[in-house]
């Protein structure tokens, strides 16, 4: 979904939770009576009993974690999270965020009696805390977004195991084998060549009713289905197959030809993805605000307030979801990358990451949820309640602040004046000496016509400076070029092979032709083994490596190619060899020192 659609859902969530705190200061009696109304389902001696609230709660939250799942699931195997390095760290820092706040609840509310609550401040919101940082956050969120949904993910998965093994009472393992069974039949209908959709609604509805009957919370559900549902990058010959289907549409027009092709364009794109595309909308105009209006609704009387003020119930949910999320998130995370543990992704700097763990203090869902199972107390429930609403609320402030201090410190057009990324000679693609005083990094796409001109220019600023001159290329393709992003592709599998820059002045020689078969046919007459080529071109390392360096692009505000960087410094203006041969030159005696911003970067794919 972009930006702006999500900011508007976030926007209707923050607008929900005003309308629900109104309404249920205002009016409490038909705020509850309305949530608590009865829903019934039933088929002879079977019923199904819910309320509205558990609708909310139980069923369409379901389907929101089933969506962030998705999303998790494609970035563990196609996305940002496929080396182990990326996937370790949002796990690292998730336990962390879940162990430093219970910690901080324990050492507070020392003495109350109700210590054994400490489950109501391990868990993040991640419907709040997607939404808010759609709001607050950076203008440009790039791997920020994905890293703090992983750990959001790992979070909500740790909180609610919390509640299976600590206040879940009646567990019946019964139920849950049957949602095992149909769990494994969701793993299978990918073998299954038709009707693929009916099958994974009713094993979903399955699934959900054993999750549900068993006492595990059925949210969890969710996120089981959606990590068996299969992901992958759409293939070259699926997509020339499709593409086949089409036109033998279009000459002879038929309901057979019509359904055949719209199956081939279908099954060309994963049904992941095609998920996530579908219930994107509804989740954020529908579900969250829903969400948001059945949850978000806590009493702020004038005792309720003076009582939770002092009680230090209160309190350590306040100091234990404000102080200990951020504590526990920013300070594992600056461990993991101090220690080299894992990756936090490029972009994820440490200013970024204090902003992402200030808004994971944001409890709300199963903070509200485990109040009621973990504390008795009527009196106590509203302190503890008062006290989530008073941390979602500071922590929002909080992340807001962070972030805008962030920018003020080194605003969006600075961090586009200057080299993010410093040149990784073992990642980087690098023409000359390692040690060589002059560097010129060019973001540059392989189907951008003045790109193809610069490369001139590149070829005699080479020869004028010599052994003085470092050249790093890197991948930023452009949107309107229907080829660039496979042609950057296809160079770094050239690349796996030692091949990049022979590939890379045969593609810009040959500009007008980069299709499949035109790839395939330079990588043959460069002696390159067409078979790993091939292999290599449809891998998910390749993707990932292409996209991290269109990341770094976004994130710099680079949007027309090629784009200089001299000696770490951005380039404006001409970009012919002498006006870069004189920039090189003008700043090769204060090049930007980016070596303490280093930060370990993974090895050549």
Known sequence: MRLDAQRSGALLLVLSTALAIAWVNLSPGTYEAFWATTLSLGAGDLRLDLTLHDVVNEALMAVFFFTVGLEVRRELTIGELTSFRRALAPVVVAVAGLVVPALLFMLVARGTGVERAWGVVISTDTAFLVGVLALVGPRRPGRLRTFVLALAVVDDIGALAVIALLYTQGFDPGPLLVAAVALLGVWLVRYVPVAKGPLYAVLAVVVWLGFLQSGVHPTLAGVAIAMLVPVYRP?????????????TFRQSPSTAYAQAAANGLR???????????????????????LFALSNAGVRLSGPILTDALHSRVTWGVVVALVLGKLVGVLGSGALVRALRLGDLGRGVTLDRLAGGAALCGIGFTIALFI??????????????????????????????????????????????????????PVRDHVAGRDDAPLTLVEYGDFECEFCGK???????????????????????????????VA?????????????FFPFLRVMFAEQAHHEQTDLLRRAAELGLDPERFESDLGSPEVAARVRDDARDAAEMDIDDVPTFFVNGHRHTGPYDARTLVLALEATASHPLDRSSDRSPAPSRP
């Open 371 to 424: 109040t009621e199972l973990a504390i008795d107390d009527p009196m106590l429930q509203n302190e503890a309640r008062v006290g989530v609403l008073a941390a979602s609320l500071v922590a929002t402030l909080l992340g807001f602040v962070v972030f805008r201090v962030a920018e003020r410190v080194r605003p969006s057009a600075e961090r586009g004046r200057t080299l993010d990324r410093p040149v990784d």
């Open 267 to 289: 099954e060309s794109i994963s049904i992941n993805e095609r998920l996530q595309h579908t219930w994107a909308p509804y989740v954020a105009f529908v579900i969250l605000p």
């Open 235 to 247: 293939s070259r010959r699926a997509v020339e197959q499709a593409l086949g289907l089409v036109r």
């Open 454 to 484: 610069a490369s001139g220019a590149i070829d005699e600023v080479t020869r004028a400076l010599g052994d003085r001159l470092r050249y790093v290329w890197r991948h930023a393709p452009h949107p309107i070029h229907p080829r660039a």
């Open 487 to 499: 042609s950057a592709e296809a160079a770094e599998a050239a690349a796996r092979q030692g091949a």
